[in-house]
């Protein structure tokens, strides 16, 4: 039961690590919807950012995505919330998709991240 619980991050303990950022698992579906497929391959400032295949991507569209996890703390949820709204603004002034600006797909709260 142990391992199962490490492995699934079942358990706060193993959420995040000691700065705050999300330590996810290869397995791990977020939101009900994202199966991890690949672990950060670093840390930025802000966050970190998984591969995932989208459970629900419709179709025609990729169902491998980018989730950002951002560090858990008060600063960097606005400076998330920010950027929401920046993709937001640029993904609508683009909408068929043709400056090749990253689209924003989803945002969702996994585990206070």
């Not at 492995?7 to 397995?27: M, Q």
């Not at 709204?85 to 996994?110: G, H, P």
Request: with cysteine.
């Amino acid at each position: 039961k142990a391992a199962a619980i490490s492995f699934t991050g079942a358990s706060n303990e193993d959420w995040d690590d000691e700065e705050g950022y999300y330590v996810p698992k290869i397995g791990e579906v977020m939101d009900e919807r994202y199966l991890i497929t690949d672990l950060p391959s670093g840390k930025g400032v802000f966050g970190n950012v998984v591969k995932a295949k989208d459970k629900e991507a419709p179709a025609g569209q990729d169902e491998i995505v980018a989730i950002k996890c951002m560090r858990r703390n008060d600063m960097m949820t606005q400076a998330a919330e920010k950027e929401v709204q920046i993709l937001e603004k640029l993904n609508r002034s683009d909408k068929k998709n043709k400056k090749a600006v990253v689209r924003l797909l989803n945002t969702f709260a996994y585990r206070r991240h």
